[in-house]
């Protein structure tokens, strides 16, 4: 079963900030959150993750609360192109399985 | 470079029939993983095959099953298909398992 909680759908005008909210309190201390994006038809695209700091790559900003119970994705500039299903997964990375456990996500539409 | 690719796209299948769907991992990738993705849910672990090793196996029956090859591609075998086999399957690969994974689009399968 999947670890995290997130909003079913969420919409954003064009050329605003995205922020995408991911409750996961039952996160252990080896565990790193880790976000992915679905567009329409397509496989799930890497974004962003992280243990306890903030991270920023060029796609995103990846906010985690200091008690790490919780998790914002940051899109800064969102654009039509960010309509997608949004998914916050935690898992370790330390040996055995290193399956990703997708709950049913978040529907970001990004609207003109 | 080219990025994970499967084969075919698209198939349509008989129930009590047999299928093979095929995945090459992006070049120097020796982690692969199977998802299965029914239409509105999230992907759904399969398996994970590292180094021709399986290291993980996901909630399905034994009428999936999957391989990897020494050139780190790798087929996911499902038998006696029934019409809740239809899904989006995915497959994903990694050079460790252990970081991001990258997808691929996914080959549809429709069973009638």
């Known amino acids: 079963d999947a670890k995290t909680t997130q909003p079913t759908s969420m919409d954003c005008a064009e050329g605003r900030a995205a922020n995408l909210p991911c409750n996961h309190s039952?996160?252990?201390?080896?565990?790193?959150v880790y976000w992915y994006r679905q567009i329409h038809s397509q496989g799930p695209q890497y974004i962003i993750h992280g243990l306890k700091n903030n991270e920023t790559n060029e796609m995103a900003s990846l906010i985690i609360t200091e008690d790490r119970k919780s998790s914002t994705l940051i899109l800064p500039h969102a654009t039509l192109r960010d309509t997608a299903v949004y998914y916050c997964i935690v898992r370790g990375n330390q040996g055995g399985s290193e399956k990703l456990v997708f709950g049913k996500g978040t529907k970001l539409t990004v609207n003109p | 470079d080219a990025g994970v690719t499967q084969s075919p796209t698209h198939l349509i299948k008989t129930r009590g029939q047999h299928v093979t769907l095929r995945c090459s991992p992006i070049s120097g990738h020796k982690s692969v993983s199977w998802y299965q993705q029914v239409l509105g849910q999230g992907p759904q672990f399969i398996f994970q095959?590292?180094?021709?090793?399986?290291?993980g196996r996901g909630n399905f029956p034994d009428r999936f099953s999957a391989r990897q090859f020494p050139n780190y591609s790798s087929e996911l075998n499902v038998n006696a298909l029934l019409l809740g086999d239809s899904a989006l399957y995915l497959c994903a690969s990694s050079l460790t398992g252990a970081v991001g994974y990258t997808f691929g689009s996914g080959t549809r399968l429709t069973v009638v």
């Open positions: 039952t996160i252990s201390g080896n565990e790193y």
């Open positions: 095959y590292y180094e021709k090793e399986e290291r």
